[in-house]
């Protein structure tokens, strides 16, 4: 994946770093960019009407709402209206803390965020208090990842709990197919066969979960990733359509209009817009 064109922000020899919203540092809201660390965003106050971009998808931000960002993620933020936390994770300290709990979690999708409803506040305001003391102070590793640990752990269960039951385990090794072969597998028989199972019965698994057909999640994987890479201005659009599995730029230029509504060019100068 070549998204050298966005700026990226990484921990340098740290495993974690931690601020509140309002009084980081204001490079860090600067247009589009993305990061080498996994980032869990509290905004805990937030004014009318905001939004926070995550690989181009604009997601309104409610009060006492939880983001977690993958290393990677393209995304954007403005810094004014909101106010809360921000933690920065690097990936071998995220992974080995807490990777095996949300990586198990069904609802886990790249884009877990939750609003932590009143009642689970408390936990988290001491949680975090007990962060800060500690990263302030000694900043013990094997402390912060039991804080940290408890953190993630907290907002997992407040969302089980206001959540669906849980989905079929075989849908969580679908992702992980898509996210290995989207570029080269478009048909449901290849995943199907992967998973034992027919490809009706996958396309009923996934239009009960997701409520989406195989293909439809196959086409929003290459449709995520062709934005990020039509993001990277000086690439050729052909050069992308063939690194994307298409045997033509003209049948990508198709693909990519008929599933955004924009001509890739265009779509290009839309992100140069917002990044400027």
Same mark, same amino acid.
């Given at each position: 994946?070549?998204?050298?064109?966005?700026?990226? +922000?990484?921990?340098?020899?740290?495993?974690?770093?931690?601020?509140?919203?309002?009084?980081?540092?204001?490079?860090?809201?600067?247009? !589009?960019?993305?990061?080498?660390?996994?980032?869990?965003?509290?905004? /805990?106050?937030?004014?009318?009407?905001?939004?926070?971009?995550?690989?181009?998808?604009?997601?309104?931000?409610?009060?006492?709402?939880?983001?977690?960002?993958?290393?990677?993620?393209?995304?954007? &933020?403005?810094?004014?209206?909101?106010?809360?936390?921000?933690?920065?994770?690097?990936?071998?300290?995220?992974?080995?803390?807490?990777?095996?709990?949300?990586?198990?979690?069904?609802?886990?999708?790249?884009?877990?965020?939750?609003?932590?409803?009143?009642?689970?506040?408390?936990?988290?305001?001491?949680?975090?208090?007990?962060?800060? /003391?500690?990263?302030?102070?000694?900043?013990?590793?094997?402390? !912060?990842?039991?804080?940290?640990?408890?953190?993630?752990?907290?907002?997992?269960?407040?969302?089980?709990?206001?959540?669906?039951?849980?989905?079929?385990?075989?849908?969580?090794?679908?992702?992980?197919?898509?996210?290995? +072969?989207?570029?080269?597998?478009?048909?449901?028989?290849?995943?199907?066969?992967?998973?034992?199972?027919?490809?009706?019965?996958?396309?009923?698994?996934?239009?009960?979960?997701?409520?989406?057909?195989?293909?439809?999640?196959?086409?929003?994987? &290459?449709? &995520?990733?062709?934005?990020?890479?039509?993001?990277?201005?000086?690439?050729?659009?052909?050069?992308?359509?063939?690194?994307?599995?298409?045997?033509?730029?003209?049948?990508?230029?198709?693909?990519?209009?008929?599933? /955004?509504?924009?001509?890739?060019?265009?779509?290009?100068?839309?992100?140069?817009?917002?990044?400027?």
């Amino acid at each position: 994946m070549n998204l050298q064109d966005y700026p990226l +922000h990484d921990l340098g020899e740290a495993f974690f770093a931690m601020t509140t919203i309002e009084d980081a540092d204001g490079y860090f809201f600067k247009g !589009l960019h993305r990061h080498d660390f996994y980032e869990l965003l509290w905004f /805990t106050d937030v004014g009318p009407g905001q939004l926070h971009s995550i690989d181009f998808r604009d997601h309104p931000i409610a009060r006492n709402q939880v983001f977690l960002l993958l290393p990677g993620q393209v995304h954007s &933020l403005e810094q004014l209206n909101k106010r809360g936390f921000l933690m920065a994770m690097s990936g071998e300290f995220f992974e080995r803390v807490i990777g095996n709990d949300m990586f198990r979690f069904p609802g886990y999708s790249g884009n877990f965020s939750i609003v932590i409803p009143d009642q689970g506040l408390a936990v988290l305001h001491t949680i975090t208090g007990l962060i800060r /003391t500690e990263y302030a102070g000694a900043a013990r590793p094997v402390i !912060l990842e039991s804080y940290l640990r408890s953190w993630v752990l907290h907002c997992i269960e407040l969302y089980k709990e206001s959540s669906i039951p849980q989905s079929d385990p075989r849908l969580q090794a679908l992702g992980e197919l898509i996210e290995a +072969h989207y570029r080269k597998q478009r048909r449901a028989e290849f995943y199907a066969k992967k998973l034992s199972i027919s490809a009706k019965r996958l396309n009923e698994l996934t239009r009960e979960s997701f409520g989406k057909t195989i293909s439809q999640m196959i086409n929003d994987r &290459l449709i &995520l990733e062709a934005k990020r890479e039509i993001g990277c201005i000086d690439k050729p659009i052909k050069e992308i359509s063939y690194e994307l599995g298409f045997s033509e730029p003209a049948y990508f230029t198709r693909f990519f209009g008929k599933q /955004t509504g924009y001509a890739p060019q265009d779509f290009r100068k839309r992100i140069m817009a917002l990044d400027h």
